[in-house]
């Protein structure tokens, strides 16, 4: 009765695998890892229909399938394109692909602003890391840029469209975890834009999710907007009892202070899945309330890859060495020449940045001089 | 005893002859050498007088710049603290207002900005991360204090003075390695 299920052999850069029939070359490219696996700005492997659009994964196919091994004319894009037995897939083996990743990237980057230095998303932006990896140095590109109205949509989530790629991800977000989608693509070419049809916030309980999914700094969290860069921040895994969402996030510390709620990621970027099997979303009031050290359970720090930026100045299995000095000197401590937080005027304990609403404004220091 | 390099000279532990007993001879040829020096040139400059030319690669007291209408240049995108290896720079960001155009080039802006003078070691990577120009390693020492607490430099003491209502200060803190155009 029980039918072996026939795998396909596919072969991506020399390195072949077994993968299930309707497997995308894409994720069969994942279960090898490394450098072979393509890059995706809109293909999401949690969101169904994501994909197709940002042409980043585009990849060359020398052979089509064992009965049938004449090579596709034109290159593929791998997230919508699904294996065939004995197909060869060449990613990084192709010069054609490295150019048209190139030219890709630097489509990506005619419209998107120079802003990394003020960008929230910065360190952890999936367009940095293409155009670092894949793009070329410099642009081409001498016109003005896209500018945009400004849209405000609501307290927790902050647009900037002049950064978005259109990758439709947040579209997908608001889909297919939310009852009521609100925003959308309006608009076409140049003028495409992400908005709510007539000023809107929003307001759905798992709408934070569009912030984790964005590659790019488009939507960013309103709670953290500006309050500390990404990589002096330290990834915690925590975790609480939701009742809307599995409750599993990472924290994102300085001292005791809580910075930013995030979902867990894994290695491509998409939220991890939660300990019950199901796709780690977490709810808006995990996300932008529960600021508070006291509200989560520490589970330890997140494991970070070690060529992040954000793994910058993070050590591993450090010991703290015992301060001996009280011992020695009679429970006396030393007498410090300076406390160093006497003079400083930065980070002040009554200045709690991560307690302020939005962003810090210039009322926020005026109590200190 | 053998030693260790053929440079080794024995000590002469023979007795002064009557000629080196009088010292006067020695006396004379240690005049000689102090007279000597003061027709040579001076070495010595006096110092707030007169200064010595610095190197243009000389990295001094950092200045956090304005562009040319007297905006600061700074986005606290914590460059500088992240390239830093004495993690001497920190800093606090905050959005700019409405009515805060004048004041600051983009929309966000170093509230706070430190640089702990004890911790700097004028390597200048600060300069080399920033995106923005805006720090720079001026051509002056940081002054001497008495206490360690005059070392901690906020935002009054780096930035430099605004080319739009100070322009002979700015010019002066601009220092002569910038091009004149």
Same mark, same amino acid.
């Given at each position: 009765m029980s039918e072996e299920k026939k795998l396909f052999k596919v072969t991506i850069d020399n390195i072949t695998v077994d993968v299930e029939p309707g497997t995308t070359i894409l994720n069969a490219a994942r279960m090898i890892g490394g450098d072979v696996t393509p890059p995706a700005m809109c293909y999401y492997s949690k969101l169904k229909?994501?994909?197709?659009?940002?042409r980043t994964c585009l990849v060359e196919v020398a052979a089509g399938s064992t009965a049938d091994p004449r090579p596709m004319p034109k290159l593929v894009a791998s997230?919508?394109?699904? !294996?065939?037995?004995g197909m060869i897939v060449k990613n990084i083996t192709s010069d054609r692909v490295l150019d048209a990743r190139a030219g890709i990237t630097e489509f990506l980057l005619l419209n998107h602003p120079l802003d990394c230095p003020i960008c929230d998303q910065a360190g %952890?932006?999936?367009?940095?890391?293409?155009?670092?990896?894949?793009?070329?140095?410099?642009?081409? =590109? %001498?016109?003005?840029?896209?500018? =945009?109205?400004?849209h405000d949509l609501g307290e927790y989530i902050q647009l900037h469209m002049t950064r978005c790629i259109l990758c439709y991800r947040c579209v997908f977000v608001a889909d297919q975890l939310t009852e009521k989608r /609100?925003?959308? /693509?309006?608009?076409?070419?140049?003028?495409?834009?992400?908005?709510?049809?007539?000023?809107?916030?929003?307001?759905?309980?798992?709408?934070?999710? /569009?912030?984790? !999914?964005?590659? !790019?700094?488009?939507?960013?969290?309103?709670?953290?907007?500006?309050?500390?860069?990404v990589w002096f921040t330290k990834p915690v895994d925590a975790h609480r009892n939701c009742s809307k969402c599995c409750g599993e996030v990472q924290l994102w510390m300085r001292g005791d202070e809580v910075f930013r709620v995030t979902a867990r990621k894994d290695e491509w970027g998409e939220v991890k899945d939660a300990s019950d099997g199901r796709p780690g979303w977490i709810c808006n009031e995990c996300r932008f309330?529960?600021?508070?050290?006291?509200?989560w359970t520490i589970d330890g720090p997140s494991k970070i890859n070690r060529h992040s930026v954000i793994s910058q100045g993070h050590y591993v299995g450090v010991k703290k060495p015992t301060d001996f000095l009280p011992e020695v000197m009679g429970g006396r401590g030393p007498k410090l020449l300076m406390d160093i937080h006497k003079v400083s005027e930065v980070n002040r304990p009554e200045i709690e940045l991560s307690k302020i609403e939005g962003p810090a404004h210039s009322d926020d220091f005026k109590g200190s001089k | 005893m053998q030693t260790l390099t053929n440079r080794a000279k024995p000590v002469d532990r023979r007795?002064?002859?009557?000629?080196? *007993?009088?010292?006067? $001879?020695?006396?004379?040829? #240690?005049?000689?050498?102090?007279?000597?020096?003061?027709? *040579?040139?001076?070495?010595?400059?006096?110092? $707030?007088?007169? *200064?010595r030319p610095f190197?243009?690669?000389?990295? #001094?007291?950092?200045?956090?710049n304005r562009d040319e209408e007297g905006r600061e240049r700074c986005t606290a995108c914590g460059l500088c603290a992240v390239a830093c290896p004495a993690e001497a720079i920190t800093m606090e960001a905050a959005e700019r207002m409405e009515g805060e155009e004048n004041l600051y080039r983009e929309e966000k802006y170093a509230a706070k900005?430190?640089?702990?003078?004890?911790?700097?070691?004028?390597? #200048?990577?600060?300069?080399?991360?920033? $995106?923005?120009?805006a720090i720079y390693l001026s051509e002056t020492f940081a002054p001497a204090n008495f206490k360690r607490e005059g070392f901690i430099y906020g935002k009054n003491d780096l930035l430099i003075p605004d080319p739009k209502k100070e322009p002979e200060q700015y010019q002066k803190a601009l220092g002569s390695r910038v091009k004149k155009s």
């Open positions: 229909n994501s994909g197709g659009k940002c997230c919508r394109t699904t !294996v065939m037995d %952890e932006c999936h367009l940095q890391d293409l155009s670092y990896e894949h793009g070329k140095e410099g642009t081409r =590109f %001498e016109f003005q840029k896209r500018i =945009f109205k400004k /609100v925003h959308g /693509v309006l608009d076409r070419g140049d003028h495409a834009e992400i908005a709510t049809y007539i000023s809107k916030s929003l307001d759905n309980d798992f709408i934070g999710n /569009v912030i984790d !999914v964005c590659p !790019v700094g488009a939507l960013t969290d309103k709670t953290f907007r500006f309050k500390n860069r309330d529960k600021k508070d050290i006291k509200d | 007795p002064m002859t009557v000629l080196e *007993k009088l010292y006067l $001879p020695a006396i004379a040829k #240690g005049m000689g050498i102090t007279l000597k020096h003061f027709f *040579k040139k001076k070495v010595t400059i006096q110092y $707030p007088e007169e *200064k190197s243009p690669v000389f990295r #001094g007291l950092h200045i956090l900005y430190e640089i702990n003078m004890l911790r700097c070691i004028f390597c #200048g990577l600060c300069e080399e991360a920033c $995106p923005k120009d």
